[in-house]
């Protein structure tokens, strides 16, 4: 009796996973970058969902947070400053049955990759987009970014920076094809998770954008937020995710949004004082790209070389001798 | 050509239009040994169609051919303009022909205004037969009844042989808007022309409508029919090409559509493209058939994405193919350069147009070469291959995903629009499983593997996929060690790019030196790439006819280059490049040793070989013509 219990014990703290097994290095992160907190949230959603770190692919572009998949023991590609959404595609193109996570920056998806971002929606792929948005440029040190607020003092606007700040949920709620939308903000842990772990259970093109403190180079844009809870909005709905009741304690200020209301979805996500924090939107029923195109369908030789085969017919001159065996074809 | 044409209608430039009078007897039929032909319209009146399909017949018929197209920059360039020619040359010869040639025989022509583009360019040989659409001389604005008449006696004056033929008033019995018909009647016309055989000629009509329906075949058959009819009643010419069926299968294809047949062939799964001339074809084509085999063609957002996706596919074990021209190109650079340093292998293939800028889009230019072999910042070796045929389109793809693969490198494979568009029968390809990506490697990988396990010798890697058991890593843009790790040290920095450039030597060892064309020695040796070989080759057997020692290589690979180079330019007192690429003119004033720029294989072997080449080169747009690299060769022989 005790032997088979223990074996059986032993496979699964085998096959169980934990949090050690998909950290990878020590983040270089500055202390206090909401990038931290994203990791954190990605980590544990991977050991709760037991997810097998081979079949995990992390792919982001340029800037602090697309240095994420090097803190994941997991399969990662480092690309090209605005590029991940589309490597991330060919990726899940070529092999749907990887889980496919993109990490990305305001800087990475809102300027040098909005034309990117913008399709992205369209072709709504299954995949997990964080956008770590801090509002500024930190790796190549204090830029003004498009989700800057106006007036930010920066390395290139030293008088303050000229536009409005673009809102990354109103452009992706604005786009054909948008499947889910959420926002969370890097100062509480628990909406961080959660929004990321109902991103990852959708099927589709699941964005979310968390709402990062810069300690650098940013340090108090979010302070008035963090001192009052009445500045914070959670949306509250049985479709969109729960909060605990310590949280439910401090932050007050609750209300309740449906997510298939994209109308809704599109006034709320205009706010910025108070912020929501939450799902704003979801569709399940948009399809994804790469089923549409039936990526990954099996392809044995015979119907390739059929596949050649009749197209060089088409093309084929054949000798006179041929002509009847060709006909039998 | 020209004077057996001339010898047999001689007369006829005197008769009165509009309609060419019934010959007395049936002409005899005069055997040629090769003959140039154009048919040219307006766009939209089909007569690009009308050429690929007498080209293809004259395929099926065993003749040697080679087809070009005549595109306008414009995809509706107004009606009856001169810069508007659109249309469609076809060379037709006894052997094997493998370019466009020099000058034409025999022109068909819609209107006056697009045959004086042909004129003016200087594409027509003196006294070549015309048949000219003569509805426009009784047209009801007078300003084109005028322009109509002043340039068919001017032409006439120069000696050209016109004739006259109301196309439209012909076809308006078969067809409700003969505009759109009378392509196939003048493929009647020419069939008759050329003593094809109508059977074939009514296979190929059923295959270029074969998306149409049965009633828009029937039409194009009848016009077919009465065009042939027409032309054996009415024209007092009529000419035999012998031809020899090849004892194999051959296939009738223009270099684009051998590109995309590469690209099945290769077992390659994913296309991420975006359109761009003359590219698209390719894309066209593969979309159509696609499919079938479980392959996607992705249209991307545009070029960067085109390229990123296909290196997402190959990333995650299939490796993909993007297939774009030179603006295209120069966007993917940055995408580029992130594949050779992933070492993530990729397909790009490049079907040059005119350059630098916007260019010349629908026109040919040799001018990538050193971008694809230099481009991308910092040192990026790739594979670069150039297709020097239409048969040559097609195993280079299927050769550039196997070395891809097998060396983790990016393989740019140059065509051009010369290419693209050209047809020109080669042997039906026997399809080989080898040809054939291996199925993705899923297996669990040793603890402990490294991803970029660079060999001392050959600088290789053996690639670990995604899904793999213990083999996960996160690869990067930036310099990185074995372990795939960010790594700024100035040691790894060093093996690393050292490991990625000895990879080209790896794949230079397994080379053949390239053939010489013509005697192992001589005078003179030109050395080409790319789609030039064809007028290369004939202008040598022309020259080598002449008395001239002189002789040719063509080289498929760009970066490496092939071993034996050396040896073979050592054999000869000069060398030439002969590329459509710019090169400085040693005898405009400024230009001197310490500021000529040469064309880019002979600045490549120049800076190797450390050997005195000389270059030539022709960037108008067109193909270079074989008469015209003789003149070159007698020129630089003497």
């Known amino acids: 009796m005790s032997m088979p219990m223990h074996e059986c014990l032993l496979q699964m703290v085998e096959e169980a996973h934990s949090l050690e097994d998909y950290q990878s290095g020590v983040p270089r992160w500055c202390s206090g970058c909401g990038d931290n907190a994203v990791l954190a949230a990605v980590q544990r959603l991977c050991r709760d969902e037991n997810l097998r770190p081979e079949k995990l692919a992390f792919v982001s572009g340029i800037g602090c947070a697309s240095r994420f998949p090097h803190y994941m023991r997991t399969y990662g590609f480092h690309g090209i400053h605005g590029r991940a959404l589309p490597i991330a595609e060919g990726v899940k193109m070529a092999r749907p049955d990887l889980h496919v996570f993109v990490n990305t920056g305001d800087g990475d998806c809102c300027s040098i990759g909005a034309a990117h971002w913008l399709h992205a929606i369209r072709y709504n792929m299954n995949m997990t987009v964080v956008l770590h948005d801090n509002h500024v440029y930190g790796l190549t040190k204090k830029q003004v970014s498009p989700t800057s607020p106006k007036g930010l003092r920066s390395n290139t606007t030293p008088h303050g920076s000229y536009l409005d700040a673009m809102n990354p949920l109103t452009v992706t709620l604005g786009v054909t094809n948008v499947s889910f939308v959420a926002q969370a903000v890097d100062w509480i842990p628990e909406v961080v998770h959660a929004v990321i772990k109902a991103a990852f259970h959708h099927q589709g093109f699941s964005f979310v954008r968390i709402i990062q403190r810069c300690p650098e180079f940013l340090p108090k844009m979010w302070e008035p937020w963090l001192h009052d809870p009445q500045k914070t909005l959670l949306l509250e709905h049985p479709d969109g995710i729960g909060y605990s009741a310590g949280l439910q304690k401090i932050y007050k200020n609750r209300q309740s949004h449906d997510p298939s209301d994209i109308h809704r979805a599109r006034e709320i996500a205009s706010s910025i004082d108070p912020v929501p924090v939450g799902i704003l939107f979801r569709d399940e029923s948009v399809p994804c790209y790469e089923d549409i195109r039936e990526a990954g369908k099996p392809r044995p030789i015979e119907m390739i070389k059929a596949g050649l085969e009749a197209e060089l017919d088409k093309f084929t001159v054949w000798p006179d001798a041929d002509e009847p065996a060709r006909s039998a074809v | ?638």
């Open chain 2, 1 to 638: 050509m020209n004077e057996t044409l001339t010898a047999v209608h001689g007369d006829d430039a005197t008769l009165e239009p509009p309609v060419a009078p019934r010959p007395k007897a049936k002409p005899a039929v005069v055997t040629l040994d090769e003959c140039v032909v154009e048919i040219i319209s307006d766009s939209g009146e089909g007569a690009q169609r009308c050429g690929q399909s007498l080209g293809a017949i004259a395929a099926r018929m065993g003749n040697g051919v080679w087809t070009v197209e005549i595109i306008p920059a414009e995809i509706q360039p107004p009606a009856r303009s001169i810069a508007g020619a659109s249309g469609n040359r076809i060379r037709l010869g006894a052997n094997r022909i493998a370019n466009g040639g020099d000058g034409v025989d025999l022109v068909v022509a819609f209107n006056e205004q697009v045959l004086l583009g042909r004129v003016r360019a200087g594409e027509l040989k003196p006294g070549c037969t015309i048949l000219l659409e003569c509805m426009w001389r009784t047209h009801s604005d007078p300003r084109i009844a005028a322009a109509y008449r002043e340039t068919y006696e001017d032409l006439v004056a120069q000696g050209y042989q016109v004739i006259e033929v109301p196309f439209e008033a012909l076809c308006k019995p078969i067809v409700p808007d003969p505009r759109r018909g009378k392509n196939m009647f003048v493929l009647g016309v020419l069939c008759t022309v050329f003593s094809f055989d109508l059977k074939l000629a009514r296979e190929q009509v059923r295959l270029t409508f074969r998306k149409k329906s049965d009633a828009v075949v029937r039409s194009n058959l009848a016009l077919l029919e009465a065009g042939a009819a027409w032309a054996d009643a009415n024209l007092d010419f009529k000419y035999r090409i012998p031809a020899v069926r090849a004892k194999e299968p051959q296939i009738v294809v223009n270099g684009n559509t051998a590109i995309a047949l590469g690209v099945l062939a290769s077992g390659m799964e994913i296309c991420a493209m975006y359109p761009i001339t003359p590219a698209t074809s390719a894309s066209h084509y593969l979309s159509e058939v696609f499919e079938r085999v479980g392959g996607i063609v992705h249209q991307a957002e545009d070029e960067i994405a085109a390229c990123t996706f296909a290196i997402g596919a190959s990333y995650a074990g299939k490796c993909a193919v993007t297939i774009t021209s030179g603006p295209g190109y120069s966007l993917k650079q940055e995408a580029i350069g992130l594949a050779v340093m992933c070492e993530i292998p990729l397909v790009v293939v490049n079907v040059q147009r005119g350059g630098p800028s916007t260019g010349q889009p629908t026109k040919g230019e040799q001018g990538d070469a050193l971008t694809a072999i230099y481009g991308s910042h910092g040192d990026a070796p790739k594979v670069v291959m150039a297709a020097s045929t239409i048969e040559d389109c097609f195993y280079s793809v299927v050769t550039a995903r196997k070395i891809a693969e097998a060396f983790n490198m990016v393989v740019v494979v140059l065509s051009d629009s010369n290419l693209a568009t050209s047809q020109q029968p080669f042997p039906r390809p026997r399809f080989d499983e080898a040809w054939l990506a291996a199925p993705i490697d899923q297996s669990a990988v040793p603890f402990g593997t490294k991803p970029y396990d660079w060999n001392k010798d050959t600088g290789l890697i053996h690639r670990i996929v995604p899904g793999q058991p213990n083999g996960m890593h996160t690869i990067t843009g930036l310099a990185h060690d074995r372990d795939g790790r960010v790594a700024y040290d100035p040691v790894i920095n060093e093996e690393a790019i050292r490991a990625r450039s000895l990879k080209l030597a790896t794949l230079q060892k397994t080379l053949k030196p390239p053939p010489v064309f013509g005697d192992p020695d001589g005078d003179l040796l030109i050395v080409g790439w790319g789609s030039t070989r064809g007028a290369i080759e004939e202008a040598v057997t022309r020259a080598r006819a002449e008395g001239l020692k002189v002789s040719s290589t063509h080289l498929h690979f760009l970066q490496p280059m092939q071993p034996g180079i050396k040896e073979i330019m050592a054999r000869f007192r000069r060398v030439l490049c002969v590329e459509a690429n710019w090169c400085d003119r040693p005898e405009d004033k400024l230009i001197d040793e310490n500021n000529r720029r040469f064309s880019a294989l002979a600045m490549m072997l120049r800076s190797r070989y450390l050997v005195d080449i000389d270059c030539w080169g022709e960037v108008k747009g067109q193909p270079i013509k074989p008469g015209t690299i003789l003149d070159v060769i007698r020129a630089r022989i003497a």
